[in-house]
């Protein structure tokens, strides 16, 4: 059944039919050769996604635990960080800083907004001012719980500018693969994705890459760790191993994932994840719904929205789930208030027209006023005009029927 | 080609065709109702397998997180613990304590001997006279390093008498639902396992339950914690859900992985492993090999066994390779030393007399004397007592071709 439905949350994506099979493979032994040449691969192909020489480390863990390990690596109990706070994950990588014992200075911004990199520049002046300059920088990349993509290189730039020492971590987990990233490049010093996102594989696996200044950072770090200690892990990674057992079934199919992403090649992925996008901006806009996301920093892999005016969260996603649509609710504060559609991994445009043909039906048994087919409409409309005109060249991978 | 290989290790274990099917399913919403149901099964099946009242948690992680989660969550940096070390993850338990500020006595046991439970008492009486009595006592409870397992129950009772305010924390991870175990019987207080062990499911996903007196602790407890932070997972348990992202693709295998435990039953599980140990041994014995472990304690799910004289490990796993045998080396100070053959999860005796086969030709092209034929009719023998001389019921599950 589920094979059949429209998974469109911001992860887990879904997955091409290669990605399952590859998933399937009978277990091998993770200290052995084959998986040595397939830790080998994905690594290698990782670094190339995170625009990077650094070493990028495959953990057994969620996007979270990716986060944790480059908290408690590279920082010890006291620090002083600077944690730019634009939802529930930017608020996720403050309260591991601190159920560590760091010492967090939060910038909040207005949900649907982005950081103001100048803001970011002066709060870490008052920082200095104040005697606790920051010895950290959290940033989240693409918040998923509003839908809003930071401007990283911009703020990147400042953090550097105002706090040369500062580390700069970074929470890439829903955006890195789909929009454009250069860790080496723009100066990030810690970077962490998650399987289960970009890469249309199943959760289980995070990855994560530090900088040589990092990589210095851990040598003075002081909060404990021995799961997400990275030092292990890197020394793994030279024997071709992984100190703990793997998530192997998920390696399997990471191996194919990126097989897939590197045949479809990154510029034709971040232009398909910016159509989509568009696609569902304009379709659910037609549709009469109000986006959360400030329109100039709106996520391309993920979009949020209000709820209809008298329409509960419960009965929209009962109306879309009956109809094979699964969207995401709210989160944290925004429980209630809004809905996402996920854009992310193996999507296509069209999948977006039948995302808003699902939509306006369900929303008209829920009793509101829709113009027939005009969130269809737009959302084609908008998908054509992201790519010029040409008809849309279908991803090499198949999304599931 | 590995679908044909004999995955001989202590895992990953070798996965039945229906959970390789059951782990290619296509995603669903991690916080949808496929998921709350799944989990609610999962749960409710691995408290008959723990032999508890207690919830179960699932956390993404190897063995190795859910050892972590045991010490973070119950003890505070300064306590005094015992660590009862037979083995490499015996040693790995007490690291982990260590990591997180512990105050860690061992008690180490000679390689292939399982603890003297009236040893631990008197290890205990003497940290008290010391003026640090023991907060906890960390057993595992089947060491996969050595091939031993050690008499938890007959442990358990001597460290309640001894300290009867000491926590008990086991490493369960490859003995549990393979070997009988009582959690609440034998008042252990934090239990562990993976599901690359036993369950017969890809590695990703580890399980951890906790006594009444062990939720007790773990409001005193003082460790930092985060993405083991079980309060969140006890919490989002109880919602149907896990406060992170999990490996999904890990849990659909699980389930079906217990559905096959609970048609096959737990009484013909630990016969089979008893049966298959008893093979393995035999095997070994009449193929000239010398085990490692004491007879008396010598493990139902891994064998170790010393090298032959003169053989060095990377030959003869070569030589097994190439005949589609994979067995696992010597870990720690034990690697080059020692070989071990995993008979775990999805195995029979069968597989135990094919892999005295393999090895016998294996050790034949090295060089050394072996009697044709000798180790896989002593396997089949073996197999044949164990079982009573009843003709072998195959398990219910399909082992890989």
Same mark, same amino acid.
């Given at each position: 059944v589920s094979d059949t439905v429209q998974l469109r949350i911001p992860g887990p994506t879904p997955l091409p039919e290669t990605v399952r099979k590859a998933g399937s493979r009978q277990m091998v032994n993770h200290r052995g050769p084959e998986f040595k040449e397939l830790l080998g691969r994905v690594t290698a192909s990782m670094k190339k996604a995170f625009r990077t020489d650094a070493e990028v480390l495959i953990l057994t863990s969620s996007g979270t635990g990716a986060l944790e390990a480059a908290v408690v690596n590279t920082l010890s109990p006291g620090d002083s960080v600077l944690s730019v706070n634009i939802g529930v994950f930017g608020d996720r990588f403050a309260k591991i800083c601190r159920a560590y014992g760091a010492d967090v200075t939060t910038l909040a911004v207005e949900h649907g907004k982005a950081a103001d990199p100048s803001e970011v520049g002066a709060q870490l002046r008052v920082m200095a001012e104040n005697g &606790? @300059?920051? *010895?950290a920088v959290l940033v989240t990349f693409n918040e998923t719980s509003t839908g809003v993509t930071n401007p990283l290189q911009e703020i990147a730039r400042e953090i550097h500018q105002q706090a040369p020492d500062a580390l700069l971590l970074v929470d890439a987990v829903s955006g890195l693969g789909a929009i454009p990233l250069e860790m080496d490049a723009w100066g990030l010093d810690v970077v962490t994705t998650g399987s289960? &996102?970009?890469?249309?594989v199943p959760p289980g696996l995070a990855m994560v890459a530090l900088s040589p200044r990092a990589w210095a950072a851990v040598e003075r770090s002081k909060m404990p760790r021995f799961y997400f200690d990275l030092t292990l892990h890197r020394d793994a990674l030279a024997k071709g191993e992984t100190p703990w057992t793997p998530a192997i079934s998920v390696a399997f199919g990471l191996d194919e994932g990126l097989r897939l992403i590197e045949a479809e090649g990154y510029p034709a992925i971040f232009a398909r994840h910016a159509a989509c996008a568009a696609a569902a901006r304009a379709g659910l806009r037609a549709l009469g719904i109000r986006l959360l996301a400030d329109p100039e920093v709106a996520s391309n892999t993920v979009t949020s929205a209000w709820l @209809?005016?008298? *329409?509960?969260w419960p009965a929209l996603t009962r109306a879309c789930r009956a109809r094979g649509l699964v969207l995401a609710g709210g989160q944290g504060p925004l429980t209630g208030k809004i809905f996402r559609v996920g854009h992310l991994g193996s999507v296509s445009t069209n999948d977006m027209v039948r995302c808003m043909e699902i939509l306006e039906d369900a929303m008209t048994e829920l009793g509101l006023q829709v113009e027939p087919g005009a969130g269809a409409r737009a959302a084609a409309e908008a998908a054509r005009s992201a790519t010029n005109g040409a008809t849309e060249r279908e991803p090499v991978f198949a999304t599931p029927a």
């Open positions: &606790k @300059p920051a *010895t289960q &996102k970009s890469w249309m @209809p005016v008298g *329409t509960e």
